[in-house]
């Protein structure tokens, strides 16, 4: 199983940013890698910093830290992976445009069952323009080292399905369900994607439907089930 979550700092509907909650969140999933994004540290607070270790506590994962945003006041802000498998290497990519939020690609090799899956999570743009630059800086990064597997793991923004970002993508990894994930508590919008690489391995794919969910962040978990020889650990 694998997941891409945004968990909007912590902060619930509710106004509470409570990591504790996403946390239960996240191990309700049940996946072996997951996508994360907006994960805060504001290290002049204690009580907020290190999201991504204590989820990574409560899930006995490997943490991997992907911040778009670092700043001595406002701490780091960003992407994250969280897996149950070894890591092999990290690469972080800049997705960002001028004048606009710094965004980025984490880009991790995984090694399973002796065999090198890739992994790449995201948050894209507000702009239409800025996301057609950077799933065209994704797909020449994917293009220049070519692996087995690929998972992308996103918040892509992207609310019109036949908008040229969503074509782009479509035509490397393949059409996929479209899962509602936005806004949480009333989903209209699928602005969260789970994209596999070749398309065959992707066998199920759905959004991560409890109460506690609906309320802990703007956007409702998506997870995916890929061929169990491919990800399933012994």
């Given at each position: ?11 619930g509907?509710?106004?509470r ?54 700043g001595?006041?406002?701490?780091h ?85 036949v ?7 479509r035509a ?19 602005l ?38 491919r990800?399933?650990?012994?």
């Open positions: 199983m694998v997941a891409s979550y945004n968990i909007h700092r912590g902060v509907l509710d106004g940013r409570d990591i504790a909650r996403t946390s239960r969140i996240v191990k309700q999933l049940r996946a072996d890698i997951i996508g994360l994004q907006e994960v805060e540290c504001r290290s002049n607070i204690d009580s907020q910093c290190h999201q991504l270790a204590q989820l990574a506590d409560a899930t006995g994962l490997t943490a991997v830290a992907g911040p778009t945003i670092r001595r006041d406002r701490g802000y960003g992407n994250a992976l969280l897996t149950a498998w070894r890591v092999l290497a990290v690469r972080r990519l800049d997705l960002s445009v001028p004048g606009r939020e710094p965004r980025g690609a984490l880009d991790v090799n995984l090694d399973i069952r002796g065999k090198t899956v890739r992994v790449i999570v995201t948050h894209l743009g507000l702009r239409g323009a800025e996301r057609r630059y950077q799933v065209k800086r994704l797909i020449t990064a994917l293009s220049e080292e070519p692996a087995g597997l690929v998972i992308a793991l996103s918040d892509a923004n992207e609310w019109l399905p908008g040229r970002p969503l074509r782009s993508l490397i990894f393949g059409k996929t369900h479209a899962s509602r994930t936005f806004p949480s508590l009333f989903p209209l919008l699928a969260d994607r789970i994209w596999v690489r070749p398309k065959e391995d992707l066998v199920h794919i759905r959004p991560h439907k409890t109460s506690l969910a609906r309320i802990a962040s703007d956007h409702l978990p998506l997870k995916a089930i890929i061929d169990p020889t990800i399933t650990p012994d």
